[in-house]
């Protein structure tokens, strides 16, 4: 019998998948997906690509060779047209896990390194935006099924170092975040003033040098702790109070340093063992308005990991990345040994939206906080913004408050703020893990 018009357009199994070549940030191949649905709904997503990444992630599938330095998706951009499209084809969008399942299964690697993470997440994020479309609503408003959606604390870099700025300076980011704003727009405003009291800061030293990967100032700095020093100053030039209004938050990226048994400091020529690496950090949060930390020791170590957590995560989050890659398991894992208190999620870490959500699930079920990331390597697309306001993640984090794809991020969680009008709830230092400067709901 002949589907009525109204029973066409509630037909939400997948008729066709198109995998493209664009470009992310740093001018490499990415792969897009775009599903459409027999109702007519459509839904587009672009993968982005990690610059430290932490070993038990999703494998990108690069195509090798010279062209394009190696970077090329061709195959990637096969495997959706091909073997994946063919495989999903009839299957119903709104049914994510089993749609995530059917990628994993024809995978078969157990890290995406057949079909390409690349290629899986984008697929899995594009499936999800068009059983958004089909229902007739924003992607954060279906994430949040009924529930009042809450816009996250943004953690914005002011510096950039490690591997997104030639390892000009050892700590990967130097960020800040606003615990006592109000709303996102008012968090914005105040990232915006430090922002730029740090770029006049770093002009009248003499060392403006542009910005690094994802869009903080170049650091031009003899030491990593003067670093500190500088973000404090540009917080205070900003007309902020440090430690109040604005705090710290630095990723580390220690596995990015770790080198025969010893975390390799090359700005300041140090070689220091876990204990001294872990003191260095313990007198930085004593002398510091530091509220965050993310991967402060390498990803083989738990046991050190744990004792970082034991003397500093009562206090401030400490947020597992290279250690998790969003994997739910690894974090059950984590917060029986007590290592962590806060996981950061990269949908691309995982290689669908399902095995993301899974992560965020087990750090909830751990009392953790939850962060979704954005990677080094970004594009325009705005997914992973409905995804940490859809299900109420707290946090996100996606690089500075330059270069258009961090700020298109950010300008699209102003824009769901602005939609929810006067039913706008913001995390804000509530999200926090870590008690030295949570703020109240």
């Known amino acids: 019998m002949a589907l009525t018009i109204r029973e066409q357009q509630m037909d939400t199994s997948i008729v066709s998948i198109r995998g493209r070549r664009l470009w992310d940030s740093r001018g490499r191949p990415t792969v897009e997906a775009e599903v459409a649905l027999a109702c007519g709904a459509t839904g587009r997503a672009i993968a982005p690509a990690g610059a430290s990444r932490g070993s038990n992630e999703a494998i990108d599938l690069r195509d090798g060779g010279a062209r394009l330095g190696g970077y090329d998706v061709r195959q990637a951009c096969a495997a959706v047209n091909g073997e994946i499209s063919r495989t999903l084809r009839g299957m119903d969008a709104t049914a994510q896990m089993a749609v995530d399942a059917a990628l994993i299964a024809l995978d078969g690697s157990g890290n995406m390194a057949r079909l390409g993470g690349n290629a899986t997440v984008a697929v899995s994020m594009a499936v999800l935006h068009a059983a958004a479309a089909a229902a007739g609503v924003p992607l954060y408003a279906y994430l949040a099924a009924g529930r009042p959606p809450r816009l996250p604390l943004p953690e914005v870099q002011i510096f950039g170092g490690g591997a997104h700025a030639g390892r000009r300076i050892d700590i990967q980011d130097l960020m800040i975040m606003a615990p006592r704003a109000k709303s996102f727009d008012e968090a914005m405003v105040i990232t915006a003033e430090v922002y730029r009291a740090a770029g006049a800061l770093m002009a009248a030293r003499g060392g403006l040098c542009g910005v690094a990967d994802e869009g903080g100032w170049w650091p031009q700095f003899d030491s990593n702790e003067e670093a500190l020093q500088v973000l404090v100053a540009a917080i205070e030039r900003a007309g902020f109070v440090p430690g109040e209004e604005v705090v710290l938050s630095l990723d580390i990226a220690a596995s990015e340093l770790y080198q025969d048994g010893f975390y390799q400091l090359g700005l300041e020529k140090k070689r220091l063992d876990a204990d001294a690496m872990s003191e260095m950090l313990l007198d930085w949060i004593a002398r510091y308005p530091i509220a965050s930390i993310e991967d402060p020791l390498a990803e083989h170590d738990s046991a050190g990991l744990a004792r970082f957590t034991r003397a500093a995560g009562g206090k401030i989050q400490i947020i597992g990345d290279d250690f998790l890659v969003t ?115």
Not at 338 to 367: F, I, M, W
Not at 388 to 400: E, H, I
Not at 410 to 437: K, V
Request: some cysteine.
């Open 327 to 441: 994997s739910a398991t690894r974090v059950r894992a984590a917060a029986a040994a007590g290592a962590c208190n806060a996981v950061l999620l990269k949908p691309n870490q995982a290689g669908t939206v399902s095995e993301t959500q899974a992560a965020l699930e087990a750090a909830r079920d751990a009392g953790w906080a939850t962060i979704v990331s954005a990677r080094s390597g970004e594009t325009e697309d705005t997914t992973i913004v409905h995804l940490a306001t859809g299900w109420d993640a707290g946090q996100l984090k996606v690089g500075s408050f330059a270069r258009g794809e961090r700020m298109a991020k950010w300008n699209e969680a102003l824009r769901i703020e602005e939609s929810l009008g006067p039913d706008a709830r913001f995390a804000g230092g509530a999200a926090l893990a870590g008690s030295r400067y949570k703020t109240a709901p």
